[in-house]
């Protein structure tokens, strides 16, 4: 494979009516890619509308765990390159309704690279994992290198479209790396049950803040345009033999408590409000962080916001969105 130029490339983004696709999506329009998505239901208000690409982007109406639809949008489209990073991707609904989510995690997953192996046109494939794969560890930060324990619905899902994933690659040589990303936030989060954009959003409309988690469990937390570049990076170094295949973490490595986030955050908003702290999430891991070492030798590539820079970005934005 060749290193990819993204100027008028054809450039296959799954997910992209949410939050982290629509950020890539944003990102590749802007470096002048033509941009497609597969969307399944066009509900009245994504985030193809919040971030105001809906009239740069061509969107196949179909689904992920529909094979012929995966197919049709990468060969009618001429796909070049995919990030494969639509997934259900909150944790409650996962434990409450575990075969949609292996459904759409793990057999989109399948769709996407059996798709991107029979095709003529594509030339890689960056595959979205997540720092949850690692499921609880021993030892902290997790390395690449640290075995893929996810126990929990969402978790599994995550390291079972891992091994695909690698299989893939392992069987067919298909040209794909993966990445696991730290706990992403930043603006557009429309998730609002995730803590960051909750908390914000309820000190926004003053109301008290809720902490489903007894508070304690640490962190580690991306800024949003940290991780599109995380993204970015690796499919720009696709090309390179110590990359083909692999999988690499990104994060801050910096942990933090969920009290000690919200303390932050308050503080940032220039707010004094107690939280309701609920204690009662369940299946949660005690403490989680990201070894990012690989990233940075291998790829060049580092955290470029802390975790106050990117909340005020964040806080600016969900401001501005409301008083619209």
């Not at 603006?187 to 926004?204: H, K």
Request: hydrophobic content about 35%.
């Amino acid at each position: 494979m060749d290193k990819i130029n993204w100027k008028d490339a054809n450039v296959l983004v799954t997910g992209a009516d949410g939050f982290i696709g629509s950020h890539v999506a944003k990102a590749l329009i802007e470096k002048h890619a033509q941009v497609t998505t597969i969307v399944r239901d066009m509900k009245k208000y994504n985030n193809i509308d919040t971030l105001n690409i809906k009239n740069e982007i061509n969107i196949v109406n179909g689904n992920l765990v529909n094979f012929k639809d995966c197919e049709r949008a990468i060969n009618e489209y001429d796909i070049e390159f995919c990030f494969h990073i639509a997934a259900q991707a909150i944790v409650g609904p996962a434990n409450r309704s575990p075969l949609s989510t292996f459904e759409s995690n793990i057999k989109g997953t399948w769709n996407i690279l059996e798709s991107c192996r029979i095709s003529k046109t594509v030339k890689g494939l960056v595959v979205a994992s997540s720092d949850k794969a690692y499921g609880q560890q021993e030892r902290l930060p997790y390395t690449e290198d640290s075995p893929l324990n996810g126990y929990f619905p969402y978790d599994a899902s995550k390291a079972c479209a891992e091994l695909l994933a690698k299989s893939y690659f392992m069987t067919y040589k298909l040209p794909l790396a993966i990445t696991r990303n730290a706990n992403t936030y930043g603006p557009a989060d429309m998730n609002l049950s995730r803590i960051i954009p909750d908390v914000i959003t309820r000190l926004i409309r003053n109301e008290q803040p809720i902490i489903r988690s007894d508070g304690t469990p640490e962190r580690d937390y991306i800024y949003i345009k940290d991780a599109v570049n995380s993204y970015l990076t690796l499919a720009e170094n696709l090309h390179r033999e110590d990359v083909i295949g692999q999988a690499f973490n990104f994060g801050t490595g910096k942990p933090i408590s969920v009290l000690d986030l919200y303390n932050k955050i308050i503080k940032l908003m220039d707010k004094n409000a107690k939280p309701k702290i609920l204690g009662e999430a369940k299946n949660e891991i005690d403490k989680q962080y990201l070894d990012s070492q690989k990233a940075k030798k291998i790829l060049n590539w580092e955290a470029g916001y802390d975790l106050d820079s990117g909340l005020k970005e964040t806080i600016e934005w969900y401001r501005n969105y409301f008083q619209k």
